[in-house]
DNA sequence: TTTTATTTTTAGCCTTGTCTAAATATAAGG
DNA sequence: CCTTATATTTAGACAAGGCTAAAAATAAAA
């Protein structure tokens, strides 16, 4: 069994390795965790003692398959948990991180799984994040800004970047929400303003919106 | 605000007080929680600093209005928690206990809010306990068994005693759920069985079955 | 290649919540 | 009322997780 703050650190490794692609480093950790290095230290030792992860001394550390499984199943609860409270407690986008920190760390499997169920086996957190299956493994679709996408392309909406009430207030008055089929019809590079088409519709977004928007392509 | 173990504490001797009607001896918390009663000394010690609880050497604590305000709080998150796992989540009665006690915890007025909302703001947990309101109060209907009812006497179905499969199915069988209005209609005191009155319905009940059903009589 | 700057680790201390063993109150029995 | 039994508290220790300050490695610059 993982502590909460094992399980912290577990899950923290796993996204800096994500975003760094290799070793992670102590302050890189640190940082992220809102911890002082010495902390760090310490703690990863003891993981790698319980042989989740790799380290040596001054070279940082990698996740080991059977701690990348601890770490991705806590981000499957958290990511599940927020899936609740949006679709069935009416949440914000924006308010649920918190919460989800704490739902994360409950210990149960048939919870999760039952859970899972509940919610309809979703793949994808409000924010657009892949939920891990029960085995620790991810779609990896790359999702990628509207913004960045070409004349033609087509994609789901997977979550935004920006979260303000104005914005999601925007993206309901379009009928744009997550599962969202959006194709990009025109794109005008002076201003990177597109034309796209969502449904049955067909209308203009601003460079700001096609900038906040996560599109998963395929 | 309070830690795990502190509401722990605060929640085990909010029980206690109900059980035994007045100051809660040191030795009845420390089986209640499973401690050493040294441990128990030391933790009332500094609950009574945070005035949550009086105390006196040697002569046992009672919570104060404040104290018993935030026991009854985890108590009603505890029981909207057993309320979603069952009512949701399918979960049987008799498995919701330990996921609960973790659940409990997790902190967010506007996340209790909503789950109370969602739930249908229930009154009662799956085994029959009163939900708290959010100050703190409780309907305090004395829950009985169904066994010491008399003749004519009506009640709501509140819980279980017993809570094996079999006799959750038996209860199934005969339409008998959290709700369900019964009226005695006679008493055998020869064997303690019982004839009941449930919706349309009338039947018999063994005594094994009264002793382990709880209504709410009013 | 030295010297300086940065990163990382070590050493020692703190808090929370627990424990054991010993000391002290209170309660019960003769 | 005194003695034994039980309940409770104190004292000292420990593990988890964190911190600070100082030491040691590594990296960067001269």
């Given at each position: ?25 102590t302050n ?108 620790g ?23 935004v ?24 019809l ?33």
């Amino acid at each position: 069994m993982f502590s909460r703050a094992e399980e912290n650190y577990l899950k923290a490794i796993y996204h800096l390795e994500q975003q760094i692609q290799g070793e992670v480093s102590t302050n890189a950790i640190a940082e992220r965790m809102d911890t002082k290095p010495s902390s760090v230290t310490d703690m990863v030792q003891k993981l790698a003692e319980k042989e989740v992860l790799s380290y040596k001394k001054y070279k940082g550390t990698l996740l080991t398959p059977n701690g990348r499984k601890i770490a991705a199943n806590v981000i499957r609860k958290h990511r599940l948990w927020e899936v609740f409270l949006v679709e069935k407690l009416n949440f914000q986008w924006d308010e649920v991180h918190e919460i989800a920190e704490q739902l994360e760390h409950i210990q149960s499997d048939e919870l999760v799984s039952r859970l899972d169920r509940f919610l309809g086996n979703p793949d994808f957190d409000p924010h657009g994040d892949p939920i891990p299956d029960k085995h620790g493994n991810v779609k990896r679709t790359e999702k990628k800004l509207l913004s960045e996408c070409d004349k033609n392309q087509r994609g789901v909406c997977v979550g935004v970047k920006e979260t303000s009430a104005e914005f999601l207030q925007y993206l309901d008055k379009r009928k744009i929400s997550i599962g969202t089929k959006i194709k990009v019809l025109g794109k005008e590079f002076f201003d990177g303003s597109m034309i796209i088409q969502v449904g049955g519709d067909q209308f203009f977004v601003s460079q700001k919106i096609a900038e906040n928007l996560y599109v998963q392509t395929n």
